[in-house]
């Protein structure tokens, strides 16, 4: 079974930058496509950025031009680069490995998650 390990969160001032690693295990890295999450607290989880195997990448309208996610297949890690934080960027970020559909580019979670790491932005 897949499984996450997220780290690189933290406590950072407004316009700062995060840059979050996500360790993968369990499947075939290079095949898959994997996203990032969030979940503020009292809030539902929300999709944040994917990208496919073949690297197309898709963001969230609230991250576009100060999020990249990327992804390095030698070392089965994905990573979200993230600049110009603001407050309400704070949550407890996660990774996940789905199902992308390249002719509608549909992404569709699967249900498992790891811990998270949590990103704090300070005003």
């Known amino acids: 079974q897949v499984q996450f390990k997220e780290s690189g969160g933290g406590l950072v001032q407004v316009g700062g930058s995060l840059r979050l690693s996500c360790e993968v295990s369990?499947?075939?890295?290079?095949?898959?496509?994997f996203a990032w999450y969030r979940q503020a607290l009292g809030k539902e989880r929300e999709f944040v950025a994917l990208?496919?195997?073949?690297?197309?990448?898709k963001y969230t309208d609230s991250v576009k031009g100060r999020f990249t996610i990327s992804r390095d297949n030698a070392e089965n890690t994905v990573y979200l680069s993230m600049n110009g934080l603001k407050p309400e960027d704070t949550a407890i970020y996660y990774c996940n490995m789905g199902r992308f559909l390249d002719w509608t580019r549909e992404y569709t979670p699967n249900d498992v998650w790891g811990q998270g790491t949590q990103v704090t932005v300070s005003s």
């Open positions: 369990g499947t075939i890295f290079a095949d898959n496509t």
């Open positions: 990208i496919s195997s073949g690297r197309y990448r």
